[in-house]
């Protein structure tokens, strides 16, 4: 089983329209967790840190579920340069240094 | 502010070949990971380090080895290269705050 698993996608969407991704992760002692986005033969960059209590950056919400050992990003307004692909992460047993990768889910934002 | 600064960003070897991928960070972070990205798969932890002297494996090490001399590198080397081993090659420095990652080495081995 994979530590992490997320919806590989497309999601293909309109300009303004609202679109949420979930990832589950397997190690219940997760301690942090973050969204990623890659852009097209790019690196990873730090989107934003989820937090128990939810937290919200601008048109992005991240929300984390302990019981069900799921993470969500939903993003609104969608905008034409959110086309990405966003990775769930999670690090394992407690340690910054292992960080786990979901395969990616693909955003195509559309005119 | 430079970050985590990868070279080569580009590579081919022939099978066979040795190499050595750079990786230097300027952010005082103790801990430094090796990935690769292949197509439709997720970053795969190749090696890390939690300090200077220290290294451990990841998921995927065979192949690979690395050192940790000093807080700033964290170089991964290929001991004899495979065609499996075409990848993206991305090394990050970590935090409490995520990875941070440098802008990757595109190595082909033919």
């Known amino acids: 089983r994979k530590e992490v698993e997320q919806d590989p996608g497309p999601f293909n969407v309109p300009e303004g329209a609202t679109v949420a991704f979930n990832c589950t992760y397997s190690?219940?002692?997760?301690?942090?967790f973050f969204w990623y986005r890659q852009d097209c033969r790019k690196e990873p960059k730090l989107l934003m840190s989820?937090?128990?209590s939810g937290n919200e950056d601008g048109r992005f919400t991240a929300q984390l579920n302990r019981a069900s050992q799921y993470i969500s990003l939903l993003i609104r307004d969608s905008k034409l340069s959110d086309s990405a692909t966003y990775l769930c992460v999670v690090n394992g047993e407690g340690n910054f240094n292992k960080f786990y990768f979901g395969s990616g889910t693909k955003l195509n934002v559309k005119p | 502010n430079a970050g985590v600064t990868q070279t080569p960003k580009f590579q081919v070897l022939k099978t066979g070949q040795s190499m050595t991928l750079q990786c230097a960070q300027d952010m005082n972070h103790e801990y430094m990971s090796w990935y690769r990205q292949d197509p439709g798969m997720g970053l795969r932890l190749i090696h890390y380090?939690?300090?200077?002297?220290?290294?451990d494996q990841g998921e995927v090490p065979n192949g690979y080895n690395v050192s940790r001399s000093t807080t700033e590198d964290f170089p991964l080397r290929l001991l004899s290269a495979a065609p499996s081993q075409t990848s993206v090659y991305f090394c990050?420095?970590?935090?409490?705050?995520?990875?941070?990652f440098g802008q990757g080495t595109r190595l082909t081995v033919v």
């Open positions: 989820v937090y128990s």
């Open positions: 990050a420095s970590s935090n409490s705050r995520g990875a941070f």
């Open positions: 380090s939690v300090g200077a002297g220290i290294t």
């Open positions: 190690n219940s002692a997760s301690q942090s």
